[in-house]
């Protein structure tokens, strides 16, 4: 069963830091593009974060650069995202998504070219 689990999530105050886990299983996670999505009640899923699977080269969505980081670690199946001065507009459902030996483009910003997505972890950001 090849499965996405994403941890971490929780309340913070405004400029506070949280960094979420995406475990995966079921597959060689070095063979996969993986990226960080979030979501907000009525808004559109938004791209944050993506890592390519070959390279490790990354891309970050315009609203959290310079504040989040995304990593992986391959021998553990994980990829992180490390969230820093965080703000009341970053609450959202956070989800990771991975597709197969995805390459670069403007594709890895896009969720119709990820398959295998998580559930998704709640982050609040509030005072």
């Known amino acids: 069963q090849m499965q ?15 960094t979420l886990d995406c475990a995966a299983s079921g597959l060689q996670f070095s063979d996969y ?9 009525g808004k559109e899923r938004e791209f944050v974060a993506t890592i390519q ?9 315009d609203s959290v650069t310079g504040r989040f980081t ?20 970053d609450t959202a459902v956070y989800s990771c998504a991975a597709e197969l030996k995805m390459s670069g483009g403007d594709g890895l910003r896009s969720p119709v070219y990820y398959d295998l ?5 709640q982050v609040t950001v509030s005072s």
């Open 117 to 121: 997505w998580g559930q998704g972890t």
């Open 4 to 18: 996405l689990v994403e941890s971490g999530g929780g309340s913070v105050q405004p400029g506070g830091s949280l």
């Open 53 to 61: 699977w070959n390279n490790g080269d990354t891309y970050y969505g």
């Open 33 to 41: 593009t993986v990226a960080w999505f979030r979501q907000a009640p």
């Open 70 to 89: 995304i990593s992986r670690d391959n021998a553990q199946n994980r990829v992180y995202l490390t969230m820093n001065n965080l703000k009341p507009e």
